[in-house]
C-alpha cells in the first residue's frame, strides 16, 4: 500500500499523483487516458487497460493419477483455456478422465483433441452468471432433494429417491460455477460492479454454497435409505414423526437463504430459536422407534439425524446473516 497526499488546484480541482512504478509498468505516459470508476462501497478503481481485451489465462497440465482433480482445480481458479499435454500418446484413461472432469463443470468444453494432447475451454461468460442467481438455483434443487428424500423413504418410492441421487451432481455443477465466478469477482473490481456483489460478500456466498452443497449431500444420503428399504411399511406414527421434523428443517433453510439475501436478521433469528423443536422431535423419533420398530431402528434413526444436520446448516447459513448497511 502506498499513501498519497490528495492536493487541490486553485479552480477547487481535487487531484493525487499515481505511482511511478505503476504508471511504467502500465505503459502510461503524458496524455494517457485512464477510466476511474466509483464502487458500491464508495472506492474508486483506476484502470490502465480499461479498453484492451481481456487475454485469455491459459494453463497446461501433465497427465497424472489425479488429473480429474486437477482439471477441476484449475476450472475453479478461472482459467479459460485448459490444456492437458502428455510427452507420447495420451492413454485411454486419462482421455476417460478428463471427459469425466468436464462433464461436472458447466460451461468447459473439448475444444481440440489428439494423439497426445486435449485442450478445454470454458465458454461462459462471468457478467450473464449473477451469482445470486446460481446460488439461488442451487439451493432450489438441493431444498427440492430433501423434500423428495423423505418423501420416498416414508413411501418406499426406490424410484423417487433414485431420482434424488441423480440430481446431486447438478448440486455440484453449480457449486463449481459459482466458485469460479466468485473469484473472478474478487480479481475484478469492474465485474463486481456489473453483477451487483461486492468482493467482501464473496467469502458468505462461498460458504452458504458450500453449506447448500452439504445439504444435498445429506439428503443423498436419506435418498440411498430409502432405496434399501424400498416398499417397506411404515407405521403412521414414525411417518408423522419424520414429516414433522423434516418440515422445521426445510423451513430452517428456506428461510435462511432468504434472510441471507434480505439481510432479515430478525428472520435469520427465527431458524436458531427452533434447535429445541428440532432436539425434541429427534428425541421423540429415537424413542419410538427403539421401543417399537426396532428392525429398522438403525435406517430411520440415520434417516434422522441427516435431517437433523440439515436443520444445523440451515442455522450456519442463517449466522453469515449481517444486517443492512446505513
Sequence with gaps: MELRRVQRTSGGTFFVCLPKDWATRSGLDRSSVVSLSETADGRLVVDAKYSAE???????????PLLDREVVGKYLLGYDIIRVEAKDRMSTED????????????????????????VLQCLLEPSAYPPEKILQREHSIASSMHRDAVTALIEGDAHLAKNVIARDNEVNRLY??????????????????????????CLDYRLTASL????????????????????????????????????????????????????????????RSE?????????????????????????????????????????????????KMG
Design 54 to 64: 481481456r487475454a485469455p489465462q491459459v494453463v497446461v497440465i501433465r497427465p497424472t
Design 95 to 118: 482421455r476417460e478422465r478428463i471427459k469425466q472432469a468436464s462433464s461436472r463443470l458447466i460451461g468447459l468444453e473439448i475444444v481440440e483433441e489428439d494423439y497426445s494432447k486435449i
Design 176 to 201: 463449481f460455477l459459482l466458485v469460479r465466478i466468485l473469484r473472478t469477482v474478487i480479481r475484478n473490481p469492474g465485474l463486481s460492479e456489473k453483477l451487483g456483489i461486492l468482493p467482501i460478500d
Design 212 to 271: 447448500v452443497e452439504v445439504i444435498g449431500d445429506q439428503s443423498v444420503q436419506i435418498a440411498g435409505l430409502a432405496v434399501k428399504l424400498e416398499n417397506a411399511n411404515v407405521a403412521k406414527e414414525l411417518a408423522q414423526l419424520l414429516l414433522k421434523l423434516h418440515t422445521v428443517a426445510f423451513e430452517a433453510h428456506e428461510n435462511a437463504l432468504k434472510a441471507l439475501f434480505t439481510r432479515d436478521i430478525a428472520l435469520a433469528e427465527s431458524v
Design 275 to 323: 434447535i429445541k423443536n428440532v432436539l425434541g422431535i429427534y428425541g421423540e423419533i429415537e424413542s419410538v422407534v427403539q421401543t417399537r420398530y426396532a428392525d429398522i431402528a438403525p435406517q430411520f434413526l440415520a434417516a434422522a439425524a441427516s435431517i437433523s444436520r440439515i436443520y444445523e446448516h440451515g442455522v450456519d447459513i442463517a449466522d453469515l446473516v449481517m444486517p
